[in-house]
């Protein structure tokens, strides 16, 4: 049985079980859930193994890759720049960045970029998989393409380019990348142990993966889907782990402690305050929640209802029953999440990957719990 460190308030002993219960039954190597209400960590729990052979003790200072849960951080960075009057979601997106007008892209809002409906969801020509460690080069190739469907008709989630398409509109604005931003903005500052971007000095932390014994199920497969995820070229390769690690993908390789994306989704729930001070303001909380597109996302196997970047609990219900309540989710089944009724959020990392898109069994278990207790 694994050894279970942190805590949990008296009145969420059942996560406490949960947590237990998810080790008991081999569904863990190493994870760590924690919960802020109200501004306060009520629940913080870790376990485990940091790697494979369990030799590793997963412990407070581990981190994991949390994949497209990372698209949390890159919402609320582009968030931030709108609450600082220096961008607009109504805006289109050639307004700062010109060349992606190119392809019938000049109408492209940044709100429609940030819901995944600008029709860019993956290459579907074939490129080498190396290109995505050549952020220019990528960028230039997105500005360049044309859209694999009319932008502004539906959402198709597009898991890696978001990150290049979100950062750019960062970057062009603020004239630093995402990465930097978090750290010298909030990371730093604050005390939060994450990073879009890792340091070499700061690997030895990072858990081993257990990879999924299978592939997810897409559903019915379409050009969306496929340039999005079942190509060659469809994620980086052919660089190694650590250069992975290093590169900025603020779609998909952000590295963190559950307890840093709790706080900062905490945070989004308790009208921005994190440590006194207002990472972002109530009506911009409510205004990157907002839903933006509705329906069967021609990516995702599911009905999705998006918000300027965040999943929203509404049609894919895996965060408690907050019908306003958003976040993300990560491959392998990490998550973080903000209930602003309830004043509440929370993340879930973990080393052994599930093959569950959006919904992670072992996450709702925990979520689940938490919102028993409330």
């Given at each position: 049985m694994a050894e279970i460190h942190g805590f949990a308030h008296d009145r969420f002993a059942g996560v406490r079980r949960a947590f237990e219960d998810n080790f008991a039954q081999g569904l863990e190597l190493g994870a760590r859930f924690t919960l802020v209400e109200a501004g306060e960590t009520v629940v913080d729990l870790w376990g485990g193994h940091a790697d494979r052979g369990r030799q590793v003790p997963f412990d407070a200072r581990t981190l994991t890759a949390v994949f497209s849960t990372t698209k949390a951080l890159a919402a609320?960075?582009?968030a931030r720049l709108v609450d600082q009057g220096k961008l607009r979601y109504d805006q289109p997106v050639a307004?700062?960045?010109?060349?992606?007008?190119?392809?019938?892209?000049?109408?492209?809002?940044?709100?429609?970029?940030?819901?995944?409906?600008a029709g860019l969801s993956g290459f579907p020509d074939e490129i080498d998989p190396a290109l995505w460690f050549?952020?220019?080069?990528?960028?230039?190739k997105l500005a360049a393409m044309a859209p694999l469907w009319p932008p502004g008709t539906a959402s198709g989630y597009h898991p890696i380019t978001f990150g290049y398409i979100a950062g750019e509109i960062f970057r062009r604005v603020d004239g630093r990348t995402m990465g930097t931003a978090?750290?010298?903005?909030?990371a730093e500052p604050i005390g939060l142990d994450v990073w879009i971007g890792l340091p070499d000095g700061e690997h030895g932390r990072v858990a081993d993966l257990q990879r999924p014994s299978g592939l997810p199920n897409f559903g019915e497969?379409?050009?969306?889907t496929r340039a999005a995820f079942l190509t060659r070229w469809?994620?980086?390769?052919g660089r190694g782990q650590a250069e992975w690690r290093r590169i900025e993908i603020p779609s998909a390789n952000g590295h963190a402690a559950a307890e840093a994306l709790a706080r900062l989704m905490g945070a989004l729930a308790n009208d921005g305050w994190l440590?006194?001070?207002?990472?972002?303001?109530?009506?911009?909380?409510?205004?990157?929640?907002?839903e933006r597109v509705r329906g069967p996302d021609l990516v995702l196997p599911f009905e999705m209802s998006w918000g300027a970047g965040f999943m929203r609990n509404e049609t894919v219900k895996v965060w408690g029953p907050g019908l306003q309540t958003f976040g993300h989710s990560g491959?392998?089944?990490?998550?973080?999440f903000a209930d602003p009724e309830r004043r509440l959020g929370g993340a879930y990392v973990m080393n052994k990957q599930s093959t569950d898109l959006i919904g992670d069994a072992r996450a709702r278990r925990l979520i689940e719990a938490a919102y028993a207790a409330l």
């Open positions: 609320l960075l582009i307004e700062v960045w010109p060349e992606f007008a190119q392809g019938g892209k000049g109408a492209i809002t940044v709100e429609q970029a940030m819901s995944h409906q050549d952020w220019d080069a990528v960028c230039a978090l750290r010298q903005d909030l497969l379409n050009e969306p469809s994620s980086p390769a440590d006194g001070e207002v990472i972002l303001s109530p009506a911009l909380i409510a205004e990157v929640a907002r491959w392998g089944g990490s998550c973080a």
